[in-house]
């Protein structure tokens, strides 16, 4: 029994301490970060994919979109070319890290030029030579009210022989 108490007070310990909420000035540095990353992609600065890991995930909207750093470089090219990628501006952003300040994720709300409004998640390494993007994750922010509808579109769209793996 005391080995299960122990046990179960370290797993709480280390879970209220990877839950976290950040400091202040960890919290603007990484704000600066992935605002600047954003900012890269709006004015199709090559800089955007510096800022991701070589072994980083990029998760778009479509189901298809999983992409190691190198490969979304690639399919992405065509938009970076065209001097105007995409444009999100967060408009709210809560950021968490562990305990040594090394590992920081975060969530935000989008305004985006084309997509409407999304939400995205990610996960940053911070290194001797600063921060670095690992995962991402992008979805299209569907109110509840219309998931439905929305639903039933991707289903027609997939009977159609359009979707994912077709």
């Not at 190691?68 to 408009?91: I, M, N, P, Q, V």
């Not at 090394?102 to 935000?108: A, K």
């Not at 030029?113 to 999304?118: R, S, T």
């Amino acid at each position: 029994m005391k080995r299960f108490l122990a046990a179960a007070f370290l797993f709480l310990s280390l879970l209220s301490a990877a839950h976290a909420e950040t400091d202040a000035a960890l919290t603007k540095q990484v704000n600066a970060f992935v605002d600047e990353w954003h900012d890269d992609a709006a004015k199709a600065r090559m800089a955007y994919f510096d800022k991701i890991a070589p072994d980083g995930v990029y998760i778009g909207t479509d189901r298809t979109e999983l992409w190691k750093r190198d490969a979304f470089k690639t399919w992405a090219k065509k938009y970076f070319d065209a001097k105007s990628a995409w444009t999100f501006k967060a408009t709210r952003r809560n950021v968490y890290a562990s305990s040594d300040k090394s590992l920081i994720w975060f969530d935000e709300l989008l305004d985006t030029a084309n997509l409407g409004p999304c939400m995205a998640s990610g996960v940053i390494r911070k290194t001797a030579k600063g921060f670095e993007i690992v995962h991402y994750q992008l979805s299209v922010a569907v109110p509840n009210e219309v998931v439905d509808q929305v639903t039933k579109l991707i289903g027609e769209h997939e009977k159609a022989g359009k979707g994912a793996g077709k």
